[in-house]
């Protein structure tokens, strides 16, 4: 029998499947809902350029759900297909994780985890850096024009410029900085390609891809199995363990479905209850308002991103596409909102999207701190914007797809928390959720390079 099942191949499964088939004796079991490329000569072509994000309406690997989010189905998830900007959060964000969850999520603690999986070009061999780890790490040595004069202009209104946005002490004041890139030789180092098709050749690891996990099979309140979909097939698969790797939305679906879930929420959807437990009660993203200039030239095809700007909770990001003929759009992303959104299911029909209430703006505070990210975007480029009241706030509001914390870590007796330290469920054995659902608190910084250090934490610590 299979020892580990692993539902999702996406950015933290990969680096768990990587991890856990390394372990002599151990089994492990892949399904994931999209396509599995078998190798690098067979993943489609434009994955590996990182100019090009595949989430349009003609895009057939990913999942859809309301208000423009999206997520990656294919091997490597939303990480294949993602903007490539590989950051590490500020120590401060780790303290606030810490206080909920213990030292095993302190900066110290995770600082080798980075580091470990890193090979960065420009800082690897300093302290607090990795050299020779799995994931190339690169900053743009030559920026499009836009991304220079974004420099620029921040140099002249004062602000300073940060070398290494993954300093090692983990605190950054004010400034702009080149954004670390997960990208090698200008092909996009997603964790597929760094994890997953390295793997494959091991006789204990088994990829099956086009197959969705529809729930979870339990005994008691043990995870024995799973059942998945396969076009009209059907079929069960057992497992000593079961580990979600299906990402913020899916993690939390597959449990709901399962009955591990809100009282009310199972109760009404005819699901019933095996533990009560508060998934998708909380969940939190970095919402994002495009502010957009007329502009001439769109200029060559670059990665979207290729410098920050960053103010306490505020992230303005220069984006080298043109999403808009004619237009430049200037992201502020709010990076600690108060506000706080809900996931629930309105089906147990597996094909039925999730529900995301986003509450964006709910509070006053996270509505100033736009505003006052707007300001400042208009005079960083001397242009006049607004009035920026609700409304105008509303109607440019969107997300930076960075949706975290359905499945929440913390103890068992915080009335919030779904699993524990470790990422197993409270309340079920041999079941773990290890992706960025569970995450406990907002993160300052884009949350990709802390989905891999999670799951690269949560594998080293099943296979001691
Ligand atoms: C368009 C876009 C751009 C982004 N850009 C950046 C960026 O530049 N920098 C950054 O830091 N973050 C970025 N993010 C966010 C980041 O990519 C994600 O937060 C991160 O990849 C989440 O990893 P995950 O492992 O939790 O989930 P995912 O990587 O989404 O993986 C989940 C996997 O599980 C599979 N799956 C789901 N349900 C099932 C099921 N029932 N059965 C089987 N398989 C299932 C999915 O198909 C997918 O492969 C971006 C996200 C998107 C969507």
């Excluded at 690997?61 to 091997?75: C, E, F, M, S, T």
């Excluded at 690169?138 to 921040?154: I, L, M, N, V, W």
């Excluded at 060559?300 to 991103?305: D, F, G, H, R, T």
């Excluded at 736009?370 to 509001?397: C, E, F, K, Q, S």
């Amino acid at each position: 029998m299979t020892s580990t099942l692993i539902v999702g191949a996406g950015s933290a499964g990969c680096v768990l499947a990587a991890r856990l088939s390394a372990d002599p004796g151990r089994s492990v079991r892949v399904f994931e809902a999209g396509p599995a490329f078998p190798t690098m000569g067979e993943l489609p072509v434009e994955l590996l350029d990182p100019s090009h994000l595949p989430v349009g309406p003609e895009s057939r690997l990913i999942w859809r759900y309301q208000a423009n989010l999206v997520r990656g189905r294919l091997i490597g998830g939303s990480g294949a297909i993602n903007g490539s900007y590989f950051v590490r959060p500020p120590a401060a964000d780790f303290a606030a994780w810490r206080a909920v969850a213990g030292p095993r999520w302190s900066f110290d603690a995770v600082v080798p985890v980075f580091c470990d999986l890193e090979d960065d070009e420009d800082f690897g061999k300093e302290p607090g850096h990795g050299v020779g780890g799995p994931i190339p790490i690169s900053r743009t040595s030559d920026p499009t024009g836009f991304s220079a004069e974004f420099a620029q202009r921040c140099t002249a209104a004062g602000f300073a410029a940060i070398p290494d946005l993954n300093t090692p002490t983990g605190d950054t004041d004010a400034g702009f900085g080149r954004v670390p890139l997960a990208i090698s030789r200008d092909r996009r180092a997603g964790p597929a390609i760094t994890h997953l098709l390295p793997a494959l050749h091991r006789t204990d690891l088994t990829v099956t891809g086009d197959t969705m996990v529809t729930r979870l099979l339990l005994r008691g309140t043990r995870a024995i199995g799973v059942e998945w979909a396969r076009g009209r097939e059907r079929g069960t698969a057992y497992a000593d363990e079961v580990v979600l790797c299906a990402g913020a939305i899916e993690s939390a679906a597959l449990l709901i479905r399962s009955g591990i879930g809100p009282e009310p929420l199972l109760r009404s959807l005819g699901v019933p209850i095996v533990v009560p437990a508060p998934v998708g009660a909380w969940c939190t993203d970095h919402p994002e308002i495009g502010v957009e200039f007329p502009a001439g030239d769109p200029g060559e095809p670059a990665v979207p991103l290729e410098y920050v700007l960053e103010i306490d909770d505020l992230e303005v990001r220069p984006y080298t596409p043109m999403f808009t003929p004619g237009l430049r759009r200037v992201g502020v992303a709010l990076m600690r909102p108060e506000s706080a959104g809900e996931l629930t299911l309105v089906s147990t029909d597996p094909t039925v999207p999730a529900r995301i209430d986003q509450r964006y703006l709910r509070s006053e505070k996270d509505r100033a701190r736009l505003r006052a990210g707007v300001a400042l975007t208009a005079d960083l480029y001397g242009r006049r914007i607004g009035p920026v009241d609700d409304r105008w706030l509303h109607a440019n509001l969107g997300t930076s797809q960075h949706l975290s914390g359905t499945c929440r870590m913390g103890p068992a007796h915080d009335e919030r928390a779904v699993v524990d330290e470790n990422g197993r469920v409270h309340g079920i054995e041999a079941l773990t959720v290890a992706d960025l659902s569970i995450v406990p608190v907002p993160l300052r910084r884009g949350p990709q390079a802390t989905t891999v250090m999670l799951a690269a934490a949560i594998a080293d610590h099943m296979v001691v």
